[in-house]
């Protein structure tokens, strides 16, 4: 009897990228243990991480699998590598916004799936033309601008020799710096959008100390383009003429902290998904905490300063600066012993901390 065979119009392809990934991680783990790889050499491999869309979406056309999925990736991966080659503009809150368009390549590729070299080629076509169309809705997007606009908020001090401020956002890009107005608290330009409401709390002195809290509710399903790191959604300005307690929460994100010339007693900074940049002052902080969940931690912290930090993280690389010594969890400083040291916790589950001098 002749044995019923299968045609195999499209032969199994081994899939290359996940063990190149994992060699490619495992060496360069290895290599930031040693001391071998530094902070340039890791600044170069986040700017260069969108590739890894690019790869997989490779991969998937060499697999002969799931086309417009694959473009999408790919164009995904350009994007993001040339917003981070400086090339483009473009802030974490468009990706986050933008998730249905990873819906819609996939019930392409469910719907064409690979029947013909014929539905690959269509596959590729949609792919291309989906990740043109967001490039465009990103880049023009004329009907954005009518939704959102910038609101001011100003507190004035009313009096308190010392503040806590805690601020409340989900999606976009916080700076935080010194600069209030002489009798102000805080001087606010936020980003406000229709569906979405900034409530800043009531501003409440008790024994000297002032209370105010700003946090945002709702939601934006497409964030303008002119959310930059020059032109961030929430722009705070606080005072330096009273010690402070700063706390901050944000979902998806950047948060970038300029501390250097705000008298901060402590500050908590959390975040889930994005990048935390904190510039420490040169003295009077006692307690520093950064949370995130994924994602890159830069702390810029002051040359001769007494500083002994304690990193809880999983799947992290941690570089630091000659002038610090390394023993477990804790990093502590070498250059200065004078005074009480700056006690800073930092928790990363996967991304990166790096300590630099400012």
């Known amino acids: 009897m002749e044995e019923n065979r299968r045609p195999h119009n499209h032969p199994y392809r081994r899939s290359i990228f996940w063990p190149l990934l994992f060699i490619i991680i495992g060496i360069l783990w290895m290599l930031s243990t040693l001391n071998v790889i530094s902070n340039d050499a890791w600044d170069l491999v986040l700017r260069l991480w969108p590739l890894l869309f690019v790869l997989s979406g490779i991969d998937s056309i060499f697999r002969r699998s799931h086309y417009v999925g694959a473009m999408v990736s790919m164009g995904i991966g350009a994007v993001l590598l040339l917003n981070n080659l400086g090339y483009l503009t473009l802030s974490w809150t468009m990706f986050f916004s933008l998730w249905p368009v990873l819906l819609i390549a996939l019930g392409l590729d469910i719907l064409i799936g690979r029947r ?90 008790q024994s000297g100390r002032g ?86 931690v830069i702390v810029y912290v002051p040359r001769g300063a007494n500083i002994h930090i304690t990193t809880n993280t999983v799947l992290v690389p941690v570089t630091f600066p000659a002038g610090f010594e390394r023993n477990g969890k804790d990093i502590v400083s070498t250059g200065s012993t004078s005074g009480q040291p700056m006690q800073l916790d930092i928790s990363d589950v996967m991304g990166m901390v790096s300590i630099q001098y400012k």
């Open 211 to 296: 209370h105010y809290e700003i946090k945002s509710q709702g939601y934006y399903m497409y964030p303008a383009p002119a959310v930059t790191a020059s032109n961030p959604d929430w722009d705070i300005k606080l005072t330096g003429k009273v010690p402070l307690e700063l706390d901050t929460h944000l979902v998806v994100g950047d948060q970038h902290l300029d501390l250097s010339e705000l008298k901060i007693d402590k500050f908590n900074a959390e975040s889930v998904i994005g990048r935390m940049e904190v510039t420490l002052p040169a003295q009077g902080l006692t307690q520093g905490r950064i949370n995130l969940v994924m994602g890159q």
């Open 116 to 205: 013909s070299a014929w539905g690959a080629v269509i596959g590729i076509l949609l792919g291309i033309l989906l990740v043109f169309s967001v490039v465009w809705l990103v880049m023009s997007a004329p009907w954005i601008g009518q939704v959102n606009q910038f609101d001011t908020v100003n507190q004035a001090l009313n009096g308190a020799n010392a503040a806590t401020v805690e601020l409340g956002s989900t999606v976009g890009a916080v700076h935080i710096s010194a600069g209030a107005s002489q009798a102000d608290l805080i001087d606010a330009k936020l980003r406000h959008f229709s569906n979405e409401t900034i409530t800043p709390g009531d501003y409440i002195v």
